[in-house]
T-cell receptor, first 114, second 113 residues
Framework: DTEVTQTPKHLVMGMTNKKSLKCEQH?????MYWYKQKAKKPPELMFV???????INESVPSRFSPECPNSSLLNLHLHALQPEDSALYLC?????????????FGPGTRLTVL | GQQLNQSPQSMFIQEGEDVSMNCTSS?????WLWYKQDPGEGPVLLIA?????ELTSNGRLTAQFGITRKDSFLNISASIPSDVGIYFC?????????????FGAGTRLAVHP
């Protein structure tokens, strides 16, 4: 299995809703990442988990809450989002940290906040 | 902070033409990565470069790691319609003891049959 899977593919939510994005990989990778990508822009790093511990938080607002239940799973909990948070959310994994191996990306979750 | 300057921003070419895009930085990189992203999908790695001067091919794609370690280019030969997409260069930078990837702004490629 050489892929990163993400669910759901699309998500529409209101500003008062609570939802979660899920990511899974079975490549034995020890680093997992959340990126946010706006239209016509490159991916922007949000969080990095290394060996199931949060190692980088790129000053992301607290309405985004990451969780790494085990080495294969990564969640992103969403609460009280704003319309400007609408974007493609990408999960990625790598065998080591950036620079020690390349990152595999999932297909993304297209999030729309109404 | 460190930045990757990617050019051109977009290209419109005829099928069969060759394509060249590049990335430069004011800082040294130890790794250069080239990704392609199709609409509505995540980026897919095309080529990874780990050594200055390295020239690597993947089918019709060829990429080089610049000798100065501050630049890289990607060439696509004999383009076909499925080459359409956004191409990103990327490289790792240090942040608080950890490395993370930064991306160029992307080159949007359109191929006309």
């Amino acid at each position: 299995d050489t892929e990163v899977t993400q669910t759901p593919k699309h998500l529409v939510m209101g500003m008062t809703n609570k939802k979660s994005l899920k990511c899974e990989q079975h490549m034995g990778h020890r680093a997992m990442y959340w990126y946010k990508q706006k239209a016509k822009k490159p991916p922007e790093l949000m969080f990095v988990y290394s060996y199931e511990k949060l190692s980088i938080n790129e000053s992301v607002p607290s309405r985004f809450s990451p969780e790494c239940p085990n080495s294969s799973l990564l969640n992103l909990h969403l609460h009280a989002l704003q319309p400007e948070d609408s974007a493609l959310y990408l999960c990625a994994s790598s065998q080591g940290l950036a620079g020690e191996g390349y990152e595999f990306f999932g297909p993304g979750t297209r999030l729309t906040v109404l | 902070g460190q930045q990757l300057n990617q050019s051109p921003q977009s290209m419109f070419i005829q099928e069969g033409e060759d394509v060249s895009m590049n990335c430069t930085s004011s800082s040294i990189f130890n790794t250069w990565l080239w990704y392609k992203q199709d609409p509505g999908e995540g980026p897919v790695l095309l080529i990874a470069l780990y050594k200055a001067g390295e020239l690597t091919s993947n089918g019709r794609l060829t990429a080089q790691f610049g000798i100065t370690r501050k630049d890289s280019f990607l060439n696509i030969s004999a383009s076909i319609p499925s080459d359409v997409g956004i191409y990103f260069c990327a490289g790792p930078v240090g942040s608080g003891g950890y490395n993370k990837l930064i991306f160029g702004a992307g080159t949007r490629l359109a191929v006309h049959p």
